[in-house]
């Protein structure tokens, strides 16, 4: 692969659009100097190489992107890094501190639920939000009635509230094995 | 993706200031949308004033209504207790769009203001009147599956791809908005062009306008509401179909409906006709038939979306049948 030397003119204009910015990436506060139209998903791979979080559609389609902010799930390929300063970023290598895997990576190993791996960064943040959500008492498209506080975590829920991340290699049954074997303690006492 | 310069507005009076100072400015809202048309180069703003920090909430107006500010993500406008209770239709609405995550970043102003899914508009080789007018629509005689069956015109056939919106139009949602020239407040249901001549006007909102909040009038029947999307796969789709209703039933006969559909129009569709032949008439499968046809007299395909005619048919009957059903058998 040839490298294109850019033209003096075109740095010129690339470095004059070129802004500073703080990101709170897993604790950890990081100064870039990026354009502004560097999404979040290639400030962690490129500039941060961060490389846990990948990269899959870079359209929104397929959720290998996944990230928690403020620990919801977002897009890292929809969202603009400068969009994301002053928030808690949380990506797959900041889920746990101790060194030890986080239960979730520890049950999909346990449940088969990956094969290739490109999509599992992207399911267990999902996953680890999709519960927190679930905790808030957020209904989902299949909850018969959205006016009821109480809402039963099944299958049923797990998939419809996990669609947003798709898996190529079809482990979908050991995903939602996974999840439901780390939670249903957690979220149903 | 073309350059750009980012500023973040703190207050709604500076993302004014900010969008006047640049010729070719946008908002931006979650970007769920505009950063994937961004990419495709369909836009390509020379300036984006980031408005997801200006305050914004969900309040009980005075009148037993509630007020939505138009940053509010969609994930938290479909946990409301407010909404939940009283106008479930819509939390079913945002539920049933998009992904978890989408329903995180997508503002409640930005999902009003998303443009189409029609592949054509996607797409930069193909002829597309609302991408690039006069150019013609590769729509009208190509893979038109998603495609409209009301309100289209010759120059265009796209659908608004809203799910929230379909709500938004049943419960007559008022838009508040703030320009140069200070504060308006446009119906829902005229916030919306019809493509006609230019199906690149999409919105009456002026230059420079900005979407403040979202207005729900208190509607006590719509807790008896539901939306019911029709799609190809069954979840993280856009609706082939899709209904949002509400019925009021008393002595067995019709006191109050709404009635929309989304999927099937260039915007979100209020369907007036159907309504006017449902109020003050006998509950019943008959009149529910009447509806659907008195709706859909004026609906055409185009061929790969014949379908959806009979399908808006079958399910506003199935819609407005489960509905009267919850309150006892027909």
Redesign the interface.
Request: net charge negative; charged share 25%.
């Given at each position: 692969m040839t490298h294109q030397p850019r033209s003096v003119a075109d740095q010129a204009?690339?470095s004059a659009?070129t802004?500073q910015i703080t990101l709170e990436i897993n604790g950890v506060t990081r100064t870039l100097d990026i354009?502004?139209?560097v999404?979040l998903l290639d400030a962690l791979r490129e500039h941060l190489y961060l490389t846990g979080t990948k990269k899959g559609c870079?359209?929104?389609a397929c959720?290998a992107c996944?990230v928690l902010?403020n620990g919801?799930?977002?897009?890292s390929c929809?969202?603009?890094a400068?969009?994301y300063?002053g928030l808690e970023i949380t990506t797959i290598e900041g889920l746990s501190t101790t060194g030890e895997l986080h239960p979730l990576q520890a049950e999909f190993m346990e449940q088969d639920g990956l094969q290739c791996g490109y999509c599992t960064p992207g399911q267990i943040c999902?996953a680890i939000?999709?519960v927190r959500?679930f905790r808030?008492?957020?209904?989902?498209?299949v909850?018969r009635?959205?006016?009821e506080a109480a809402i039963e975590f099944s299958e049923e829920e797990i998939?419809?509230?996990?669609?947003?991340?798709l898996c190529r290699c079809g482990a979908y049954v050991g995903i939602r094995a996974a999840i439901l074997r780390t939670f249903q303690s957690e979220v149903m006492p | 993706m073309k350059d750009f310069t980012y500023s973040r507005a703190r207050t709604s009076q500076e993302a004014l200031t900010l969008v006047a100072a640049r010729a070719n400015a946008k908002f931006l809202g979650g970007g769920t949308n505009l950063v994937d048309l961004m990419r495709e180069n369909i836009e390509q703003p020379d300036a984006l004033i980031d408005v997801t920090r200006l305050a914004s909430g969900i309040s009980e107006s005075p009148d037993g209504g509630i007020s939505v500010g138009a940053e509010v993500r969609n994930s938290a406008l479909a946990n409301h207790p407010l909404v939940r209770q009283r106008y479930p239709m819509l939390s079913q609405a945002i539920l049933f769009g998009a992904s978890g995550q989408i329903r995180n970043m997508a503002t409640v102003g930005g999902n009003i203001m998303q443009r189409t899914r029609c592949y054509y508009f996607y797409d930069e080789a193909a002829k597309c009147n609302k991408r690039n007018p006069g150019s013609g629509c590769d729509a009208i005689d190509g893979f038109n599956r998603i495609h409209a069956i009301l309100g289209a015109s010759e120059q265009c056939i796209a659908t608004h791809p809203s799910d929230m919106c379909v709500a938004l139009a049943a419960l007559d949602a008022t838009v508040r908005v703030q320009g140069p020239e200070g504060e308006r407040t446009i119906p829902f249901n005229a916030f919306h062009c019809l493509p006609g001549d230019t199906p690149q006007v999409e919105t009456v909102l002026g230059f420079h306008e900005l979407i403040t909040s979202i207005e729900l009038s208190p509607l006590p029947f719509a807790k008896r509401s539901l939306y019911r999307k029709i799609r190809d796969r069954a979840s993280y789709a856009f609706a082939l179909l899709s209904i949002a209703a509400a019925l009021e039933v008393e002595n067995g006969k019709i006191r109050n409906a709404r009635l929309a559909l989304g999927g099937v129009a260039p915007k979100p569709w209020r369907a007036y006709e159907a309504e006017k032949v449902l109020l003050g008439a006998e509950v019943g499968m008959n009149t529910f038939r009447q509806a659907a046809d008195a709706e859909l007299s004026k609906a055409r395909g185009y061929h790969h979306n014949n379908f959806k005619i009979e399908l808006a048919r079958r399910t506003i009957v199935s819609v407005l049948r489960e509905l009267a059903q919850s309150g006892g058998p027909l």
């Open positions: 204009e690339r659009s802004i354009e502004p139209r999404s870079n359209q929104g959720g996944t902010c919801e799930r977002i897009l929809l969202a603009l400068a969009q300063e999902s939000s999709m959500e808030n008492g957020l209904p989902s498209a909850t009635d959205v006016s998939r419809e509230r996990m669609s947003g991340n | -």
